[in-house]
């Protein structure tokens, strides 16, 4: 079954429109050069996702694909779909989803080897959710499924990356949905938040409705591992509980491996895959609904 976006074709045309640049490289923090004609494309990338995540179209996005009747299928015939597919909203990371998922793990397993709490097997999966880009996921457009996550709902923080294209979304027109709270309340809790829809969120549905084992950290470092405005600058910390701040640590933990770990050195996939079924068994059912 494919959904049909209204605003997904608005979007895929307008990405056709997209001017060329001209040569030269951006050096960014880690000692990534990324060539200019990529940096166009992220702030396109932004602009269209800024543009068409609105309230109503994640309450949609949510209600469709929270059914999980697409198909059947263990976390690790997961990951292999991922190896088909590069995040255009990232600036420094050419390779398949896949390496840079086992990157981060690999990572986050040297420094603690003997750890398999709240980063370690929320690290295996966080990336998961990234076959929304699949045709039998619907094969939705990029800015749907990655890039940095934000709350909808209420007014955009100005620390959003590329925050000026925010103008085009109707929300910010909208008075219920334009002011600091919005239709939420101070202190309301992370879980009572509508965050902008993506392979984040979509993860997160898939673990919590699938009955993971995962602790409360690991979920919500799946969740919004993505939320920089969060976890960067601490934009709408008003909207967190008590819990969400003891779980915002372990994220800091996880972001930290998630940013940094980013390599040109392969991963063998092989030698690493019985440590990580090990993990995956561990929390999550052999077969999942998707």
């Known amino acids: 079954m494919t959904i049909t976006i209204d605003q997904t074709q608005i979007a895929h045309e307008e990405e056709k429109k997209m001017a060329p640049v001209e040569a030269g490289e951006l050096v960014l923090d880690g000692g990534f050069a990324v060539p200019s004609q990529r940096k166009a494309s992220v702030e396109e990338f932004y602009r269209l996702n800024h543009t068409h995540q609105t309230f109503d179209f994640v309450k949609r996005m949510r209600e469709e694909y929270g059914k999980l009747d697409r198909v059947e299928m263990s976390v690790w015939e997961c990951c292999e779909l991922l190896n088909e597919f590069v995040d255009e909203s990232d600036p420094d990371l050419d390779e398949p989803q896949i390496e840079h998922l086992l990157q981060t793990a690999e990572a986050i397993r040297k420094d603690y080897p003997t750890r398999t709490g709240s980063t370690s097997p929320a690290s295996s999966t966080v990336n998961l959710g990234k076959v929304l880009l699949h045709p039998s996921f619907g094969q939705l457009p990029q800015w749907a499924v990655v890039g940095d996550t934000f709350p909808v709902g209420c007014a955009f923080d100005q620390s959003n990356v590329h925050y000026k294209y925010f103008k085009e979304n109707p929300d910010s027109a909208n008075p219920e949905y334009s002011t600091k709270l919005g239709v939420y309340a101070e202190g309301c809790g992370l879980n009572n938040v509508m965050m902008s829809w993506g392979h984040d969120d979509y993860m997160y549905l898939v ?20 939320f920089y405005p969060l976890h960067k600058s601490g934009a709408y910390s008003f909207l967190m ?17 998630d940013l940094y770990s980013k390599s040109k050195v392969r991963i063998d996939v092989e030698s690493v895959k019985p440590y990580y079924l090990s993990l995956i068994e561990k929390y999550f059912p052999a077969k999942l609904k998707w």
């Open 241 to 257: 509980n008590e819990e969400d701040k003891e779980n915002l640590k372990w994220l800091h933990v996880f972001n930290k491996y």
């Open 207 to 226: 673990a919590k409705k699938n009955k993971t084992t995962l602790p409360s950290a690991g979920l919500f470092i799946i969740r919004y591992h993505s």
